[in-house]
């Protein structure tokens, strides 16, 4: 059984938490109009070292690669975004990073990426194309430097066998059927968020008086959680958890891939809104082979390797000859599909200046102490 992807983000964050409080190691004295490096052309320039979440591609869509063009393909791996932004800080050479939508705003800003021209990506067209969402979305004006890699959902998942009384809502988080068998994301953008659109506040709040009614919500469910806890799969698995707030493609992963009886597992997008977010691909300035980069992230935007991608993975790749698949894997549980419209909402991670996140991290830790 495979971890939850995520899950392993998420213990990332708490540990930043923990240790580096307010993400103080990201400095808001930076340049925020960095000059962006001219675009590799796609051609082989050498073997490709890509830095990803471990275990984050088929590896038969990489040893694909590796057999078509000749190369060989490095992996090393980061467990959560604060690790990748300062390896990417201290120098270290990667020819394909896959941030955040908020870190790619991030490095961005920086002068940490270079540019990608879409005319060298031979099917470009598959991700940019007339009313696409990624011609100009939030975080990277025209796509200049980045191309999209997946997006995924937040929402509950549960027992249908354990539990009967789900109403479609946030509150299912504070279900009496299931009291002591609730689990709540061990990530505090993902808690935080939860709270506020219950609240009917923005995901990405940092005022002080909706913190405090945050905080409120989130220490009233205590008496209802068996845990803070963000390993999604394996809680429910092992029948620890009975309702879970989870992710979308750690759900389908869960009862496509492992449960026994399917129909016994379900999930649902609450009615009060859910966090939607989106990965990317990304050159470093820096990066060593940023043809043979080129080359990798157009091999990955091809239909084929999409649908491979997202059989392992669980999670959709918007790919647009290749979204028919997700939502026929995803048909049974429609509320994990995600359509590209719907990332034209405001439910979306954004990067916040330095005193908003140590605001947002004081709470978290408030909350999780009481």
């Not at 109009?33 to 869509?61: E, H, I, M």
């Not at 990624?134 to 539990?163: E, L």
């Not at 954004?350 to 102490?369: F, I, S």
Request: aromatic letters at 12%; hydrophobic letters at 40%.
């Amino acid at each position: 059984m495979r971890a939850s992807r995520r899950g392993v983000l998420a213990g990332g964050l708490a540990l930043g938490a923990t240790t580096l409080p307010g993400c103080a190691y990201i400095r808001d004295d930076v340049p925020t109009r960095a000059p962006l490096p001219a675009s590799a052309r796609a051609k082989v320039d050498g073997d490709l070292v890509y830095f990803n979440w471990a275990d984050y591609l088929a590896p038969s869509v990489v040893k694909g690669f590796q057999e078509e063009y000749g190369v060989k393909v490095i992996e090393s791996n980061y467990d959560s975004m604060e690790g990748m932004y300062a390896k990417l800080a201290a120098g270290n050479q990667y020819d394909v990073v896959f941030p955040i939508a908020k870190w790619v705003v991030k490095l961005r800003q920086e002068g940490k990426l270079r540019a990608i021209d879409h005319a060298e990506l031979t099917n470009a067209d598959q991700v940019f194309y007339s009313g696409s969402y990624f011609n100009d979305p939030w975080y990277d004006a025209g796509s200049q430097a980045s191309v999209p890699f997946t997006v995924y959902k937040t929402g509950v998942g549960w027992r249908t066998d354990r539990v009967s009384t789900m109403t479609g809502s946030w509150k299912d988080l504070w279900n009496d059927e299931a009291r002591g068998r609730i689990f709540t994301l061990d990530d505090q953008d993902e808690a935080l968020a939860m709270a506020a659109l219950l609240l009917g506040y923005d995901v990405n709040t940092a005022d002080p008086g909706e913190l405090d009614d945050i905080k409120d919500v989130l220490i009233s469910q205590k008496d209802y959680l068996r845990a803070y806890s963000s390993d999604d799969i394996n809680n429910m698995v092992a029948g620890d958890a009975w309702v879970h707030h989870m992710w979308s493609g750690d759900f389908l992963y869960l009862r496509q891939g492992l449960a026994d009886d399917p129909t016994t597992f379900d999930f649902e997008s609450p009615s009060e809104g859910a966090p939607i977010n989106s990965d990317a691909y990304v050159i470093p300035a820096n990066a060593r082979h940023p043809g043979t980069a080129m080359l990798f992230i157009d091999y990955l935007l091809r239909p084929e390797n999409a649908v491979t991608n997202m059989n392992y993975l669980y999670y959709p790749f918007p790919v647009k000859d290749a979204l028919p698949a997700f939502a026929d894997l995803a048909k049974d549980v429609p509320a994990c599909n995600i359509e590209l419209g719907d990332l034209e909402n405001e439910n979306v991670f954004r990067l916040l200046d330095t005193d908003e996140v140590q605001r947002r991290a004081a709470v978290w830790t408030e909350v999780k102490a009481s």
